[in-house]
């Protein structure tokens, strides 16, 4: 199990975060949770903002990838592009492509990408269906906290060995299941206080693939397989700003992101109120409310 390193936060995941986690299939991820780049957009200013150590996830990917300039990259569930924004700069003789399910944020990345003049390929399509690339396309694939989403997971890694040449590396980024486990800590106790339904009380998705169990499905596909860790911390000095990253960014630790009749505003209103007298009270005690990312990436050769 990963640690934190800090016995108070080693032994409050233990007693708060479940065994069971949250997945959703690939129509609801296309049309409802990722249909606009919103979430994305909420957490990528909220880590730049209030990151406060901890290395910038942009250096570590590039260490991780170790580009040289004319290589053929593949970003798996590239989101609006950040990353891929990143990596197109430093690839001025190589072969740009992102992919992923939802047109949404397709539709994002491309006009941040064509903003830059950066020339990118944008296909739509599921990351277990690699069939329209053939065997030893690729010098690198990067899937940046995206695989837990993907249905046939097994069969995806197994299509990035096939299209990846000789030498290639994939890099595959996610977190700790215990990640995050102060807010987390603070969710299930807001759920309690609004007699939530126990359907709720679940960890990420990202439990599909982990910190904790990305080696051993990486190494069925690949001989060689490193964790490169990479520790984060969040502060919040005042509610907002962490409220915003919770309800909008993390989709209230993905309570919200099933459609349920009995789940309306009224109730995720009560709920984030909750969340704001628990946030509001850590912040009166400690001065600030620190979030703690377990965080890292395999690189996979």
């Not at 919770?246 to 992101?257: E, F, L, T």
């Not at 995720?268 to 628990?278: I, K, V």
């Not at 946030?279 to 990312?293: D, F, P």
């Amino acid at each position: 199990m990963t640690s934190f390193g800090d016995t108070h936060l080693d032994h409050l995941a233990e007693s708060v975060i479940p065994s069971e986690h949250f997945e959703f299939d690939p129509e609801l991820l296309r049309d409802s949770i990722f249909s606009t780049d919103r979430m994305l957009v909420v957490k990528q200013r909220i880590f730049e903002q209030y990151r406060v150590s901890g290395t910038p996830l942009a250096d570590h990917l590039l260490s991780c990838l170790q580009l040289e300039g004319d290589e053929a990259l593949l970003d798996l569930g590239c989101g609006n592009g950040v990353q891929l924004e990143m990596v197109g700069r430093l690839l001025p003789n190589g072969r740009i492509v992102g992919q992923d399910i939802a047109r949404g944020v397709l539709d994002a990345a491309h006009a941040r990408l064509a903003g830059l003049g950066l020339d990118c390929e944008l296909i739509e399509s599921s990351a277990d269906n690699l069939t329209m690339f053939a065997t030893d396309s690729f010098d690198r694939v990067m899937a940046n906290y995206m695989l837990h989403y993907v249905p046939y997971l097994s069969r995806c890694i197994a299509d990035v060995r096939r299209i990846l040449r000789p030498g290639g590396r994939f890099v595959v980024t996610t977190n700790s299941t215990r990640s995050m486990v102060e807010m987390y800590d603070l969710h299930f106790e807001a759920l309690r206080r609004v007699g939530a339904p126990d359907q709720l009380f679940k960890a990420s998705p990202k439990g599909r693939i982990s910190l904790e169990n990305g080696e051993g499905l990486l190494s069925a596909h690949f001989e060689r397989v490193e964790l490169r860790r990479r520790p984060d911390v969040l502060e919040f000095e005042t509610v907002d700003p962490f409220l915003e990253f919770y309800a909008v960014g993390h989709n209230y630790c993905s309570a919200a992101s099933r459609p349920d009749p009995l789940l309306d505003e009224a109730f995720f209103a009560r709920l984030l109120g909750e969340m704001r007298s628990l946030a509001e009270e850590t912040i009166s005690t400690v001065g600030k409310l620190t979030i703690t990312k377990l965080t890292g990436s395999f690189v996979c050769r």
